[in-house]
T-cell receptor, first 112, second 112 residues
Framework: DVKVTQSSRYLVKRTGEKVFLECVQDMDHENMFWYRQDPGLGLRLIYFSYDVKMKEKGDIPEGYSVSREKKERFSLILESASTNQTSMYLC???????????FGQGTRLTVV | GENVEQHPSTLSVQEGDSAVIKCTYSDSASNYFPWYKQELGKRPQLIIDIRSNVGEKKDQRIAVTLNKTAKHFSLHITETQPEDSAVYFC???????????FGKGTMLLVSP
């Protein structure tokens, strides 16, 4: 089975903090994604990466950055957390183009 | 970019009834259409997908239909059961891209 693992299930951070969300996949997938899930808004793409050190902006990249130094690991960084970044964050990975994405269990981030 | 609209946002049915969820997409180049099921507190998981060279695909009680001309696709669940209760997301992707664009989701509630 493909495993996509996110480092934390729940996080509480203070406004202005720098926040790191980590994601690891074990299937040698070339593509990795960070989505944000909010009620009534579905899954919105923040950033994705199709190779090591490569990154592309998604639909809502403002306030976020990413890092992919190794193929299996994709990090989402909130440079200065704000309350409007309180959300569920989902990492995913896939192999090739137009193929199934496998999701992590999600990180529920609360910024206070 | 691609835009995916999903309806209805909520759907309540009695156990044993059928349920239909509809999605439309905007990019005529899209050719991969997966459906994900997300149970409460869990990660989204693929339940069925279809590619543009196929008009219909079935897997036991679940079927997906695709109308390329009208740019819409639908999920059909027959003989619904309480364990079908979940949020369902449709998505679309093009061969040239690794990313999936998701609809906003449909909360399906199956009452015993």
């Amino acid at each position: 089975d493909v495993k996509v693992t996110q480092s934390s299930r729940y996080l509480v951070k203070r406004t202005g903090e720098k926040v790191f969300l980590e994601c690891v996949q074990d299937m040698d997938h070339e593509n990795m994604f960070w989505y944000r899930q909010d009620p009534g808004l579905g899954l919105r793409l923040i950033y994705f990466s199709y190779d090591v050190k490569m990154k592309e902006k998604g639909d809502i990249p403002e306030g976020y950055s990413v890092s992919r130094e190794k193929k299996e690991r994709f990090s989402l960084i909130l440079e200065s957390a704000s309350t409007n970044q309180t959300s569920m964050y989902l990492c995913a990975s896939s192999f090739g183009r137009a193929t199934e994405a496998f999701f992590g269990q999600g990180t529920r981030l609360t910024v206070v | 970019g691609e835009n995916v609209e999903q309806h209805p946002s909520t759907l309540s049915v009695q156990e044993g009834d059928s349920a239909v969820i509809k999605c439309t997409y905007s990019d005529s180049a899209s050719n991969y259409f997966p459906w994900y099921k997300q149970e409460l507190g869990k990660r989204p998981q693929l339940i069925i997908d279809i590619r543009s060279n196929v008009g219909e695909k079935k897997d036991q009680r679940i079927a997906v239909t695709l109308n390329k001309t009208a740019k819409h696709f639908s999920l059909h669940i027959t003989e619904t059961q309480p364990e079908d209760s979940a949020v369902y997301f449709c998505a679309a992707s093009t061969t040239g891209y690794s990313t999936l664009t998701f609809g906003k989701g449909t909360m399906l509630l199956v009452s015993p």
